[in-house]
């Protein structure tokens, strides 16, 4: 499904470069103001958000109980609430469960905790085939999910958004929130991926070239 629906990155850079000295050439946007704009996705608006919230909901039961039953509240504690974001849904992956984010209507999105949407979730291929048949379109993105487990679509919309709680990989039981943090990805916040224990992040980038 991803390699369907994404442009290589390369190509990407390519055309935002563009983009971007064109409206500064035409004065409609300050360098400084896409600096800001910029910094505000990598720094304080992202995946790295919705990370937080899953590592903390890892490490404090309280909270993740908090999360669980009312999402809205729960990440407001957190101060991460905010543009299409402020009404959430959190979902838990278990052993017996797997859940998947779709919008069908358009691609609603938790902006303020996933940052930018990737371009496979708006496309219509992923739209449509996500509700019809999940499997297919998880096996698409390298996660098969057993036929034991249920796999449960969420459709989002413009009044609710919905976030994934993967389950957390072993071999972190002494890892502190930040350093869990960083094992979460966008796309297990989706669905469409699950989070790597430490030992298969590490086995992945010894086998790299």
């Not at 590592?55 to 999360?67: E, G, I, M, S, V």
């Not at 698409?140 to 679509?153: A, D, H, K, P, T």
């Not at 919905?162 to 094992?183: C, F, I, K």
Request: aromatic share 6%; hydrophobic share 40%; with cysteine.
């Amino acid at each position: 499904m991803s390699s369907a629906h994404e442009h290589p990155k390369a190509d990407i850079a390519l055309r935002v470069k563009a983009i971007e000295s064109l409206l500064v050439e035409k004065g409609i946007v300050e360098p400084a103001a896409l600096d800001t704009i910029i910094d505000a996705y990598e720094h304080r608006i992202g995946p790295h958000s919705g990370a937080r919230i899953v590592a903390k909901a890892w490490t404090d039961p309280a909270f993740k109980q908090r999360l669980l039953a009312d999402g809205t509240g729960a990440i407001a504690e957190l101060g991460l609430t905010g543009f299409s974001s402020e009404h959430m849904v959190v979902v838990e992956n278990t052993p017996a469960v797997h859940n998947l984010i779709v919008c069908t209507l358009c691609s609603c999105y938790p902006w303020a905790i996933l940052g930018l949407p990737p371009t496979w979730y708006k496309s219509f291929a992923y739209r449509s085939r996500a509700v019809i048949d999940p499997r297919s379109v998880l096996q698409e993105f390298g996660l098969e999910i057993s036929e034991q487990v249920e796999v449960r679509v969420w459709d989002s919309n413009a009044d609710l958004r919905y976030l994934v709680l993967p389950e957390r990989p072993a071999g972190t039981e002494g890892m502190t929130e930040e350093q869990l943090s960083v094992l979460v990805t966008r796309n297990a916040m989706i669905g469409t991926a699950k989070v790597d224990s430490p030992k298969s992040e590490r086995v992945a980038s010894e086998a790299a070239p």
